[in-house]
């Protein structure tokens, strides 16, 4: 169990064992949408603005071993895959294997679990398996997982955090929900990192560093942020805003005053 111990250290580390995760796996869903076309300049992006982790799917994380500066960068790789063209985008698959990604030298694995839908057991049944296969490895597991109303019903997220972690996740990632005071008891309840998940693209970044202030607040464990990260004109300096702000580097006055200033520079 020590490769799983040390790999989580690389994804899970400073002084409060927190970490901001940027997710790239979104273009099996929804295709080369803006901000992850030129996908090597958005990772190089994250990594310089730091970002503890990159989610990739095996070929990207393929390529981007092939660019020597990249190889600084912790990388997870994901496991589950549809697309918005089939019937039901909801049904995730999986298309890639814990032992790809040793060979592939990522740090983790990941896994999406959509619960509340016709397929729900077949994902279920998945997770257990790459489970099983992370303690085969030594490979740490991040459990996304969602519910079809899961930032406005309390005990459906924590239910799907806690089905995670039955089911031998080492970190979950979830809906952030929209009553904090709710956040903080399922953080006391479930006994793994819990990541809380960027959501829909924002028009306004403050509201971002608000939501995360909040949820560090409630004692989550970091962010797996992807839109209003890689489709942020800078992706470097709000990936840095965002993992600073994580790692208690500095406070959400400060990061909103950075911001601030980044935009009067542009005027």
């Known amino acids: 169990?020590?490769?799983k111990v040390i790999r989580l250290k690389r994804l899970l580390h400073g002084k409060y064992h927190k970490a901001c995760i940027v997710p790239l796996d979104h273009g099996v869903t929804l295709g080369p949408i803006v901000?992850?076309?030129?996908y090597?300049?958005?990772?190089?992006?994250?990594?310089?603005?730091?970002a503890d982790a990159v989610i990739l799917h095996k070929g990207l994380l393929k390529s981007v071993s092939e660019h020597y500066d990249l190889l600084k960068g912790k990388f997870i790789m994901h496991l589950s895959a549809s697309t918005r063209?089939?019937?039901d985008p909801s049904a995730k698959v999986l298309v890639s294997t814990v032992e790809e990604a040793v060979k592939l030298g990522a740090d983790g694995v990941s896994v999406h679990v959509n619960l509340g839908t016709s397929t729900e057991a077949g994902m279920i049944k998945d997770l257990g398996s790459v489970s099983s296969a992370c303690q085969n490895w030594g490979m740490p597991?991040?459990?996304?997982m969602y519910t079809s109303n899961g930032s406005e019903n309390f005990h459906q997220t924590i239910h799907a955090a806690r089905i995670a972690e039955e089911l031998g996740a080492d970190i979950v990632k979830i809906d952030f929900p929209k009553k904090t005071d709710v956040l903080t008891e399922l953080v006391q309840k479930i006994k793994?990192?819990?990541?809380?998940?960027?959501?829909?693209?924002l028009d306004k970044p403050e509201e971002l560093l608000e939501v995360i202030d909040l949820a560090l607040k409630?004692?989550?464990?970091g962010v797996a942020i992807g839109r209003n990260i890689f489709q942020y004109p800078n992706p470097k300096f709000i990936t840095s805003l965002i993992s600073k702000l994580v790692h208690g580097e500095i406070?959400?006055?400060?990061a909103v005053e950075e911001l601030q200033h980044l935009k009067d520079v542009a005027v």
């Open 1 to 3: 169990m020590c490769g």
């Open 35 to 38: 901000g992850i076309t030129d």
């Open 40 to 50: 090597i300049d958005t990772v190089r992006q994250v990594l310089e603005g730091g």
């Open 85 to 87: 063209l089939g019937p």
């Open 141 to 144: 597991l991040l459990a996304m």
């Open 192 to 201: 793994i990192p819990v990541l809380i998940a960027g959501g829909a693209k």
């Open 218 to 221: 409630a004692g989550i464990s």
């Open 251 to 254: 406070d959400l006055k400060e």
